[in-house]
């Protein structure tokens, strides 16, 4: 192999000479740095070679206008117009023109390199404050795979260096005290790998988690058996997919002996070619192979025995596989913590149990600025009736690479100071991390909590209740009224200013409609705690699985409507044989399609093709059934909490995959569905009420009769919200074609990348400059969303990489949805858009479902997911139409692979793998 030869140039330095010198932080960055102690302890690492931070300094200094240097975008991060100076310093970077000596470097290396270094080079960033104990930029600065030529080359430093000054970045330096940056760049030869992974040198799931504290702290209470996690894929690492391709898990004691391997079926992997990066697929009878083999982990097992000697902690060490076999070290750095999401502290629990199945995946930040600040304010005022203090510098709503959060500490802390409610019945409605955490927080709230306030908080608590009814009849009418103005509106008539009144008046109504569905939600709430609470007496261990059955049946259920009305359209497809046949064939079509949860980036509606083709169908009672659905249905859609997702009636494609699914079995009676779910609902409460003495059966009544009432009301408010957040996104679609009038620099669907504010600003003003703006957070919401989904709940900080959890014949999640079923899986990727692949009878599993999604319940024998609650209105509705459903099953969809039989026990909340 050729090497690169000695220069008189330090713009470019091999890192055998940095090893052998001294490799400094400060000037070759943490990332050159690691890899230089790589070197040193004898690691295999591939040639590399590094541009200091000096030419970094010297770019920016000489070629960014004064106040956009990286320490000034510090200093003024948390400022509102620091963000447009980010975007503005990115965009310069990424034009600028790289110093003579460095383009001339990057030639000589590409000449040298070519024709011995098939898949290229790896071009990543190495900033002065990365990998330093304390901070890590993980997941935010760019990485480049298969550069070649000078040009590449020098395209990919540019990148590189922009990646230091993005809106993540900056937020988090700042958050860390951090008060500037330089960044090195590290360029590497691309290996040949047939596998690549990630190798953690200390177990972090053994580390106690629930005191919170960083896990470089923790490592030394652990066993005394060391044990090594990998996540390893095929190629050179885990292809950028729909979550349906999941990595191996493995875990090794100090030996190199493994004590667990969970194989994935991992349909693609990532390769460099030609045409630069490209997944491709793996063989069918190779996709649950082992992507190591024992060689490899033998290896591995050396690497992390050499760490241990040096006596550096822990480390998670990048590694790749060549082809002809031998373990290749791309970055070595210490295990730390990702930081902690704003708002909380080492001992908060944040869970994705409560937003989750409303808001799948990365929200735009259009989203974002609409979303969270309402949560934040409805959940601190319905605290602050009560009288309940919330912990100081607490947040309801936490982001974690992008995506939504909940502050679990913070609400239980809030409702055990309410009087008379018990905050540790809703223990059994979350899973995951952080349980004796919360108890725990839960005893130290209750101190604060006055039992003075607890004849006003009963007397408030049934005033606000009683009027419920009332108030969204009324609501509703202006609803209406409200809707049918807006629809008849001429949105691009409207001069700028009369636009700007009509987005801040649509806001209000989601707003407004925010706040009577989170007091809906809670009524609903306190009426299940109540129940659970008089059946503990009698039914202590099964309070909470005894309450769910009694109340399922609710009836005339706003959530299920969807989905009842589909199954009619799904019957009279059945009948209209050319119709059936046009909807079949379409099947391997519309599965192609990218899926909902990640729409397409800057999509503003569906191709004219997607949108019309209901029409396509041939004439006949099928097409007619599908259009008046649309008509009564067509602003819903699967994750519609999200502004870019285009409903139903812009793209039906999604829609008509539920359809073809329901026609490849025979026709479901949804009515009957429903009347068999409240008849068996009936019969177990008259089972349960003559074990009850008189006054507590008549007390069971009530509150029967109190849930399913406020669950119808709070049903209805639910998709109040999603048709008014649709309005919004009617209008945001207005204000996005005006913006690319004024800025042809724009591409369709910019306004969706920015906040509320902005958006109202930017046509205020009819304001020309925004594309850099847009250019950085659209690249910064791709990035987040080609990372693999956090767990669903955590203490502290989140870990830097979410395992599977340990594998077995039986999963543990949470009752959804009562009865027993026995199935084959379809492993649904985030967004359902393989939702025509379902067959009837199968097991669904998903990462979480929308209640958008609930036609699905039709089709399928049971419903298995990763996130969600039993309370959540997905499980709701599965309890509604008798579909045995559990949640909170975690790793259920890295575990559980397509075809395998599952036997879904929704009485319990167990998954048994029956192949396993």
């Not at 290396?109 to 404050?129: F, I, K, Q």
């Not at 997941?139 to 993540?168: H, M, P, Q």
């Not at 190199?256 to 491709?280: F, P, Q, R």
């Not at 990727?829 to 929308?850: F, H, M, Y």
Request: with cysteine; proline share 6%; net charge neutral.
């Amino acid at each position: 192999m050729a090497r690169f030869r000695r220069r008189r140039s330090t713009r470019l330095v091999p890192l055998t000479v940095i090893a052998s010198g001294g490799a400094r932080r400060e000037e070759h960055g943490g990332k050159a740095f690691g890899l230089a102690q790589a070197l040193q302890l004898g690691l295999p690492v591939p040639e590399t070679w590094v541009i200091p931070a000096t030419a970094f300094r010297e770019a920016v200094r000489s070629d960014l206008p004064p106040g956009h240097t990286p320490a000034e975008l510090i200093r003024f991060a948390d400022r509102p117009a620091a963000l447009e100076r980010a975007a503005a310093a990115r965009d310069e970077i990424l034009k600028l023109e790289l110093p003579t000596d460095v383009l001339s470097d990057l030639a000589e290396l590409a000449d040298e390199v070519e024709g011995n270094s098939p898949w290229g080079l790896a071009v990543r960033s190495s900033a002065t404050c990365e990998d330093a104990g304390l901070t890590s930029m993980a997941g935010i600065a760019e990485t480049v795979l298969g550069a070649r030529t000078a040009e590449e080359l020098a395209d990919a430093v540019r990148r590189v260096w922009a990646s230091g000054v993005s809106g993540d970045a900056l937020a988090y330096l700042r958050a860390h005290k951090v008060k500037d940056v330089a960044v090195a760049v590290v360029i590497q030869r691309v290996v040949a790998a047939k596998a690549a992974g990630v190798m953690f040198t200390r177990d972090p799931q053994k580390s106690p988690s629930a005191t919170g504290a960083p896990l470089r702290v923790e490592v030394d209470k652990l066993d005394e058996r060391r044990v090594r996690v990998v996540s390893a894929t095929f190629g050179l690492g885990a292809p950028l997919v729909d979550g349906t391709s999941h990595p191996d898990t493995l875990r090794f004691d100090e030996n190199g002996e493994v004590i667990e391997y969970l194989t994935a079926n991992k349909a693609e992997k990532l390769v460099v070619g030609d045409d630069g990066i490209s997944c491709e697929p793996v063989p069918e009878n190779l996709r649950e192979h082992p992507a190591l083999g024992p060689a490899a982990i033998a290896e591995l097992a050396e690497i992390a025995r050499v760490l241990d000697a040096d006596g550096g902690g822990a480390y998670d060490v990048e590694f790749a596989v060549g082809r002809r076999g031998g373990v290749r070290v791309l970055q070595l750095r210490p295990v730390t913590g990702l930081g902690y999401p704003d708002g909380g502290d080492a001992s908060t629990v944040w869970s994705r149990a409560v937003l989750g199945e409303s808001l799948e995946g990365v929200p735009t930040p259009l989203t974002w600025s609409v979303l969270a600040p309402l949560a934040e304010k409805n959940f601190r005022s319905a605290f602050y009736a009560f009288g309940s203090r919330v912990p100081k510098g607490a947040r309801f709503v936490g982001r974690v690479h992008g995506r939504f959060y909940f502050n679990m500490s913070a609400f239980m802390q809030g409702a055990a100071q309410v009087p008379g409610v018990e905050p540790r019945t809703l223990l059994e409605l979350a899973a995951g991390e952080g349980r004796t955490v919360l108890e725990r927080q839960i005893e130290q709230s209750k101190s604060k909590r006055s039992l003075a306030r607890l004849p006003f908080t009963v007397a408030r608590l049934f005033t606000e209740q009683a009027r419920l009814g009332d108030e969204l009849a009324r609501f509703e009418r202006s609803g209406e009224k409200f809707a049918r103005w807006l629809a008849e509106m001429d949105l691009g008539i409207l001069p700028d200013d009369a636009l700007t009144t009509t987005l801040r008046e649509v806001r209000g109504f989601v707003e407004q409609t925010g706040r009577l569905s989170l007091r809906c939600s809670a009524a609903a709430l306190a009426a299940h705690l109540g129940l659970k609470t008089v059946l503990a007496r009698s039914t202590p261990v099964t309070a909470e699985h005894v309450a769910q059955a009694m109340t399922a049946g609710v009836g005339d259920l706003e959530t299920a409507t969807a989905g009842v009305a589909l199954a009619h359209v799904v019957a009279i497809a059945h009948k209209d044989a050319e119709a059936r046949a046009a909807l079949l064939a379409r099947v391997k079509l519309l599965d192609g399609n990218a899926p909902f949860g990640e729409p397409a980036l800057f999509g503003e509606t569906a191709p004219l093709d997607q949108a019309a083709l209901p029409d396509q169908l041939p004439d006949g009672p099928a097409k007619r059934a599908i259009l008046q659905f649309l008509e009564a249905y067509g602003d819903r859609g699967i994750n519609e909490s999200e502004l870019i997702t285009p409903r139903w009636r812009e793209d039906p494609s999604t829609l008509l995959s539920i359809v073809a699914a329901g026609l490849r079995g025979e026709p479901v009676d949804p009515d009957r569905a429903l009347s068999m779910a409240r008849a068996l609902a009936e019969g177990r409460a008259h089972q349960v009420e003559e074990r009850l003495p008189y006054i507590e059966r008549a007390l069971v009544r009530a509150l029967v009769a109190r849930y399913r009432r406020f669950t119808r009301l709070r049903a209805r408010m639910r998709v109040w919200l999603m048709r008014t957040l649709g309005m919004l996104r009617t209008v945001a679609l207005d204000v996005d074609r005006r913006l690319r009038r004024i800025d042809d620099a724009l591409r369709p669907g910019a306004a969706f990348f920015l906040t509320f504010d902005e958006m109202v600003d930017a046509i205020s003003r009819s304001r020309s400059d925004l594309a850099p703006l847009v250019r950085l957070r659209a690249a910064g919401w791709q990035r987040d969303s080609s990372r693999p989904d956090p767990p669903g709940s955590f203490v502290g900080a989140p870990p830097s990489v979410a395992f599977a959890p340990s594998g077995g014949a039986v999963l543990h999640g949470l009752p959804g949805s009562g009865g027993v079923v026995t199935g084959r899986a379809r492993v649904l990727g985030s967004g359902l858009g393989r939702a025509a692949t379902l067959e009837p009878g199968e097991v669904l599993v998903t990462r979480t479902i929308d209640v958008g999604a609930s036609p699905l319940f039709l089709v399928a024998a049971g419903v298995v997911t990763e996130l969600g609650s039993p309370l959540s209105h997905a499980a709701i509705v599965a309890r509604e139409l008798g579909v045995p459903a559990v949640v909170a099953a975690a790793g259920v969809t890295r575990l559980v692979r397509d075809g395998e039989r599952l036997r879904v026990d929704g009485d319990r909340g167990i998954v048994e793998r029956l192949d396993a």
